[in-house]
């Protein structure tokens, strides 16, 4: 699949709740981390979505926020997936953090440099990566 979102993340649905309107479900990766995504229940009907549907998880890279260091508040956003920094690539302004998953997925972040430096972020920095569940694209195959 060509597509210029960063993270990409093929698994299964594990979890459904449905609505009138919206429908939260959680997509397994094939590595066993989990994505909660917000879906119209119009999409969850035209994509045939269910419990033990293949899926896939898109997250474009400048809607995750990288937290690092001891937190001191708690977060709304569903998606709050810890890694350790494996990469990072530093532009003009912003730099590419790749943070590997427990399960072994990549997950690539697009953050300042300022941040980047603020954060303390290098190779083996643990982090927390965080994304709204609204802010997941999910596909299904055709």
């Known amino acids: 699949m060509a597509i210029s979102a960063r993270n990409v ?14 429908a939260e479900l959680e997509i397994t990766t094939t590595g066993g981390d989990k994505i909660v995504a917000i879906v ?5 009907k035209s994509l045939n979505l269910v419990v033990g549907s293949d899926a896939v998880a898109v997250i474009k890279a400048p809607w995750v926020i990288l937290q690092a260091g001891t937190p001191e508040y708690r977060f709304s ?3 709050q997936l810890q890694g350790i920094v494996s990469g990072l690539t530093r532009g003009a302004v912003n730099g590419q953090v790749t943070v590997t998953l427990p ?11 300022q941040a980047i430096a603020e954060l303390g972020l290098q190779a ?16 299904v195959p055709v």
């Not at 993340?9 to 919206?22: C, D, E, M, S, Y």
């Not at 119209?40 to 969850?44: F, G, K, P, V």
């Not at 399960?103 to 440099?113: E, I, P, Q, R, S």
């Open 124 to 139: 083996g920095s643990p982090v927390v990566a965080l994304f709204k569940a609204s802010h997941v694209i999910v596909g």
């Open 40 to 44: 119209t229940d119009a999409s969850l």
């Open 77 to 79: 956003a569903r998606n």
């Open 103 to 113: 399960g072994g997925a990549k997950l690539d972040a697009m953050v300042t440099n």
């Open 9 to 22: 993340f093929n698994g299964r649905v594990t979890q459904l709740k449905a609505g009138p309107i919206n």
